[in-house]
C-alpha cells in the first residue's frame, strides 16, 4: 500500500516528495526567458503589480527586508534601490536557475545583496529579523503553503509585514475569455518563446488549485498574521495580500 501523501501541480496529484523537483523542472527549463515571458503574458502589467506592492510595502531606508522565491529579482531590485546602503534585501529562491539570474541582475544593475538558495518552508534565518517579507507569484508553486507562510511570520519582527503577490480567481464575467487565453493562448505562446508548453501549461493549472483571495486570507490568518486584507488588481486575475505580525 501507498501511503505517501499527495499534493496538486497543476491538475495532477502527486506525491508530496515529488512536486518540489517537478517544480524546479518547470523553472530551470523557463529561467533564461522568464522576464521576456513575464512581459509577454501580462503586456507588461506585471511591472504595474510589482510597483503596487513596493508602494504598499511601507519600506524605509535601513528596514531589512526579504523576498521569498524571488526568482529573477523584480521585487529585490525595487527594495536595494529603495532601501539604501543602510538596508538589507535578501534575495532567496529555492531553484538555483532562477536564483543565479537574480542574482546576476542585481550585480549588473551594481546592487550586491546577499543571496540564499533556500526551501520557504525552512527558512534560515533568525526570529524576528526582518521588517517585511515579500513573496510573489511564487507561493502557489509552494507544497505546504502553510507551513511556508508560518516560517515568513517567524522570521518577521513584532510589527512587521507580509505581502503575498499572487495569481487568484477572476471576475466571474471574465472567467470565460480569462480561461480561453490562460489554456489556449499562454501554453503557445511559452512554446514560441521557451520551446516549453507544458510548464506553461502547468501555470494556468496552478492558478486554478491556488486557493482564491478569501481562502489564501483564511490561510494567513491561520499562520498568525493579523489585520489581513488583500487588494485585486486587473478585476482578480491578481491579488496583493498583507498582513502583519503581532
Not at 61 to 89: E, H, I, S, Y
Request: charged share 25%; net charge negative.
Amino acid at each position: 500500500m501507498n501511503n505517501r501523501n499527495t499534493t496538486h501541480f497543476g491538475f495532477q496529484e502527486v506525491a508530496e516528495d515529488e512536486k518540489s523537483q517537478r517544480v524546479a523542472d518547470v523553472f530551470d527549463s523557463v529561467a533564461q526567458r522568464y522576464d521576456l515571458m513575464n512581459d509577454v503574458m501580462s503586456g507588461g502589467l506585471h511591472r504595474l503589480w510589482k510597483a503596487f506592492t513596493i508602494a504598499k510595502s511601507g519600506v524605509r531606508p535601513g528596514w531589512r527586508v526579504l523576498d521569498v522565491a524571488g526568482g529573477t529579482g523584480d521585487l529585490a531590485l525595487a527594495f536595494a534601490r529603495k532601501l539604501g546602503q543602510d538596508g538589507q534585501v535578501w534575495l532567496t529562491d529555492i531553484n538555483r536557475s532562477m536564483l543565479t539570474r537574480g542574482r546576476d541582475r542585481l550585480g549588473d544593475e551594481g546592487f550586491i545583496v546577499p543571496v540564499a538558495q533556500c526551501d520557504a518552508e525552512k527558512l534560515p534565518f533568525p526570529d524576528d529579523y526582518f521588517d517585511c517579507v515579500t513573496v510573489a507569484f511564487g507561493l502557489r508553486n509552494m507544497t505546504h503553503k502553510e507551513l511556508a507562510l508560518v516560517e515568513m511570520r517567524r522570521v518577521l519582527r513584532p510589527g512587521g509585514r507580509l505581502l503575498v503577490l499572487e495569481f487568484s480567481q477572476v471576475w466571474k464575467p471574465l472567467a470565460p475569455a480569462y480561461d480561453f487565453y490562460s489554456f489556449k493562448i499562454i501554453p503557445r505562446i511559452g512554446q514560441l518563446i521557451t520551446h516549453d508548453e507544458a510548464s506553461y501549461r502547468y501555470l494556468a493549472e496552478s492558478i486554478r488549485v491556488h486557493p482564491d483571495q478569501d481562502g489564501l486570507r483564511l490561510l494567513m490568518e491561520q499562520a498568525g498574521f493579523e489585520r489581513v486584507e488583500y487588494d485585486n488588481l486587473a478585476l482578480g486575475v491578481v491579488a496583493l495580500h498583507q498582513g502583519f505580525k503581532f
